[in-house]
């Protein structure tokens, strides 16, 4: 019971860590149709911010729960930056052109950033700093539940609910809706285009660097690989929910990580990753629109 | 003689919770050139979607019978490819060619229900393959001249001049040697000009390759000096069929084009 | 007189270098200065610092700031240009550029070409007998790297299909060899056909259910598939040998012959140019045939090509399949040419390798995949301490001809469909 208990904790971490990556590939794909390919590459960008300013402010001896927050603000700013200035060069001039093309820019894009960053830092593991501090309160179910587990959960709750509630309720929320919808007749209220991609790229962003430094804490190691691995898996977690839904990546991302738990936990750890790749390829072919996603006709 | 080559019965298409075609029935019979009007939005492109495999009717029945004998067969739930190896063709209302192949090369595409060259064919290019490739060649620049564009042979497509692109999917569509040419407002954007000179043009397609023809059209001085036959669809219903002059004095019909100041 | 009007065409040709998509000098100045702050802003943690959180020690290169600023300075310029002649272009996308015009007089012209075509065949003759091993060996990489290229040109190129997974299919045929040889003794040439049967048949399998995807679902479908055989590879110890690979794999025999490593080294740089002679041979005939066309037809609108009659599923499985049957080839000769094999060389950087030179060389041209090839793998191999920025090269690159380039370096030419003169004539006389 205890160890299905420590599954089931297990899987909601992952499935939160996917949820907050797999937001930002499901907003994107509601808007402009890409699958942006570097997104897992924001994620690693932000935790890596995250281990520089984490690493600083440690020998500078700020105390931990500061580091945490400063840590968690640096990572959102520059992955923001980061997904803003993405979606400039490489996605923007393209728009219009065959649906191949953004996707290989993509690609290319994933490639570069990640060998930007191992060239720049390392290609080895990094150890990543302990900031999120034991909770007391905790301590006696430290067995099943580790107080980094409790943040990253409570943080993607808290990040679901945001979000939800900015697209209900503001402005720019609607915009993001309208667009996602019909972009020429967006255009045609009023709606600075523009501007709602690059909000979504920004917001999308962020999120992931959230996961980004929250996965860092929890695992304790990060190299320039860890967007790809997560980045498909997310992906595979938007597609299970229904890309372009946005409570379908949430859902899809909890399916995803509990199934992996379990499935590691209970047939086999070495086929991690396997799991993953088979129920994203089992999806795809069988239910293509996914849990939440509905079925399109093209109009001809 | 009077078995139709087309029999549709109680075609039905939802989209959600639209009705786009509501128990909709039409036949066309053997060499008979037969219109499909019916104001903006009325159903009549979803219609060609439905009978050519695009779209899965919700309900009802697509029956086909190439040589007009009696053996219908029913084609509703067939994919695109087989209803048009089954011989209709179609153009498409927002013209749909392609767009960096060459005119001969689009109306070759037409061509390939009709051949058979292989993998093998194409790497050994041995006698037979190299026999179908001339003769698809040829075919296609004859079909070419029938519509006249023989002058824009090897011209990419997406440079011909619009009304022109019309003309060039008619020949495609005739590529595929059908029994049944669908024709989706092939005068759309023409001048009258023009609009005369197609007249001309699918009546010489009827009489010489002996098929039927329906096509969907808003013109309705050529709809009626052509048609042997008009159906009205409306509301997804088909409310009137008849010869273009018991249609022209239907009162449902000018209801359905002019409904507003009756409901008003 | 005319060299004022050079004069001026070069001092206009300069301002509108300086001012494209801007109102002045002025204004291109402060945009790119703009730019280049951003950009330093953007690569100041990861590029600048670096922290040792375990000796607690920190590394910082200002210098890098500098760099930055400067390449972005000047590159924005660049891009704007770019981007201004693109706009510009947009209407003559035909127009050759001076390489490709110069391939294609040489191709119309029978004597230049036959000239071209022999010097090129003693080239690929001699090579082995003037440079050593090592160029040799190299050499035959860059031509393993042309095969594979055609053949995912088929899947990418010529039916618009992005397959990420394309090291698959390599794989199989790789570890096909590799343990057939080890537990039955099964030689190269035997293993060759079989590699290629393997492969058509798993890209037949794997095509099957996927295909009927639309194209980025099929894209990440097909890159979960590669990742899924690795991971296999990597894992079903028993059968693979698991991380540690197969090695002692028998190279190539010539009628039982026991041969020198230079000698079956030159043995397999011969097989290998056969086999580019072969696949360019058959791709070509390929992409002129019928099906070819339904291909393109079936890249430029899936609807229409439906409606004219032609099996969607069945004509990219096709693509998919020969794609395949070449990646098996390829991996046969992988394996038998460095006679160890493990699943490290099967990643998806592999993929994303062969994707990169399609991509860069031109998607559907035999000349550009060719063109790819060498450079992507020849040039790194001979500017060693370049080789480390090799993939953040080819990712740039990648983004830069989408943006600037979409045909890449040497476009698609097709076949022109010529009607016969007399016919026509005859034709016009009726
Ligand atoms: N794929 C689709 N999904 C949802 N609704 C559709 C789809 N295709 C058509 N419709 C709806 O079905 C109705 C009929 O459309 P259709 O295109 O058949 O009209 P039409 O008679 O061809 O009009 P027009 O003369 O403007 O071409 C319209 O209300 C249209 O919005
Ligand atoms: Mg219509």
Redesign the interface.
Known sequence: MEYFLELLLGGLTRGSIYALIALGYTMVYGIIELINFAHGEIYMIGAFTGLIVAGLLTMLGFPGASILAIALICAVIWSAAYGYTIEKVAYKPLRGAPRLSPLISAIGMSIFLQNYVMLSQTSDFLPFPELIPEFGFLKEYNSVMSSSELVIVAATILSCIGLTLFIKFTKLGKAMRATAQNRKMAMLVGINVNMVISATFIIGSSLAAVGGVLIACHVGQINYYIGFIAGIKAFTAAVLGGIGSIPGAMIGALVLGLTEAFATGYVSSDYEDVFAFSLLVLILIFRPAGIMGKEKTQKV | MNNPVLNVKAVCKD?GGVRALDEAELSVNDKEIVALIGPNGAGK?TFF?CI?G??TPTSGDVLIDPAAKGQAVRINGK???VV??LGM??T?QNI???????A??NV???T????K???W???T?NKA?RE??QA???RS??LL?LVGL?EF??ELAENIPYGKQRRLEIA??LA?DPFLLLLDEPAAGMNPQETKELEALICQIRDQFGISIMLIEHDMKMVMSMSDRIYVLDYGRMIATGTPQEIADNPAVIKAYLGEDDDA | MSNLTQETSQQSFISFFLTAGCDSVAHAVKKSFIVAIWFVFLTFPIMVIQVNTIEKTVVWHWNKIGYVAIAVFFGSFLWRWLLARKELKKDESTEETRIEGLLTRIQSHPLLKLASLGVLALAAILYPQVFDLYQTNIMVSCLVYIVLGLGLNIVVGLAGLLDLGYVAFYAVGAYAYALSNMHWGIGFWFALPLGAVLGTLLGLLLGFPVLRLRGDYLAIVTLGFGEIIRLVLENWGDITMGPSGISNIARPGFFGMKMSIMDSTIYMYYIMIGLVIFTIFCVNRLQNSRIGRAWLALREDEIACQAMGIDKMKTKLLAFALGATWAGMAGVIFAAKTTFINPASFTFWESAMILSIVVIGGMGSIRGVIAGAVILILVPEYLRNFAEFRMLLFGAIMVLVMVFRPQGLISAKRKIYKYEASNTASAANE
């Open positions: 989209f492109t979607n050519t695009i779209y994919k695109p490819n048009t190896e063709a179609r498409f749909r060619l392609f767009p960096s192949m060459t001969l090369e070759m595409i037409g390939h229900c009709r051949t060259a292989s993998v064919g194409a790497i290019r393959t179908e490739e698809v060649i040829k620049y004859e001249q023989d042979v090897n495609r569509a595929t």
